[in-house]
């Protein structure tokens, strides 16, 4: 069933999403507050957008034109609603394809960032997966692998652009691995975690096409507090 909610703590923005499917999640709203983000950029390219949480909070720090790509017909239908519902169709372009197939029809180093939150999980000879359900392409690697990707961001960002990922913390020797391979070079890393004394559940990660090398690890962020409220910082990303 389709509902129209407020993207969680913006007050100012509203949401289409279906109850049957993912309902946005937290990474969509860590991942726009931890991308590199400066005036001078023109272009972002927002991969695998879902119903468009990331390019709703990008609009919100930047005046960057945000094409958000959705492989999924009914998805993007919502991600092209919830662009419609907040007035945003001039800084906001949505499209219905596989960024696969896509790649090859945009210019080569377009632009200036790219973002994505992936599918976190590797398609092993044992996985039975419904290759077509929405949950599993929204999961698995099924139409879109980590090498795909950073081979896609080679071609289409500019020199120096950076992408942007939120992925999973036992992915990270991979995500290093194929960034290198691909002229990417990994530049700051954060992890999330639920609370303290917990181990990391998210990874956010940053490469920079034909960057310098040099990694910063940023301080630990704990999502929730004893409590289980949001901390004090997760609750800034929200205002």
Do not use: W
């Amino acid at each position: 069933m389709k509902v129209t909610n407020y993207l969680l703590g913006y007050n100012d923005l509203k949401i289409v999403q279906d109850t049957e499917m993912f309902n946005f999640s937290l990474d969509s709203v860590l991942l726009p507050n931890f991308v590199t983000l400066n005036k001078n950029i023109k272009n972002i390219l927002d991969i695998g957008c879902g119903n468009a949480p990331i390019p709703l909070i990008l609009s919100t720090k930047t005046d960057a034109k945000i094409t958000g790509v959705e492989i999924q017909k009914s998805v993007y239908e919502m991600a092209r609603e919830s662009v419609k519902l907040n007035n945003l169709e001039d800084q906001i372009s949505i499209i219905n394809a596989d960024i696969k197939e896509l790649k090859d029809k945009l210019e080569t180093e377009t632009f200036d960032v790219i973002t994505c939150n992936p599918p976190f999980f590797e398609v092993k000879d044992e996985s039975k997966l419904n290759k077509n359900d929405y949950k599993t392409i929204a999961r698995h690697e099924v139409k879109l692998t980590l090498e795909e990707l950073m081979k896609i961001s080679r071609k289409l960002l500019k020199n120096n652009g950076v992408v942007s990922l939120v992925h999973r913390p036992e992915r990270l020797v991979d995500i290093l691995t194929t960034m290198r391979n691909n002229n990417i070079e990994p530049k700051k890393i954060r992890f999330v975690y639920p609370k303290k004394n917990k181990e990391a559940n998210i990874l956010l990660i940053e490469g920079t096409k034909n960057g310098k090398k040099g990694l910063k690890i940023y301080p630990p962020l704990y999502a929730h507090d004893e409590n289980g409220d949001y901390t004090k910082e997760v609750q800034e990303y929200f205002k």
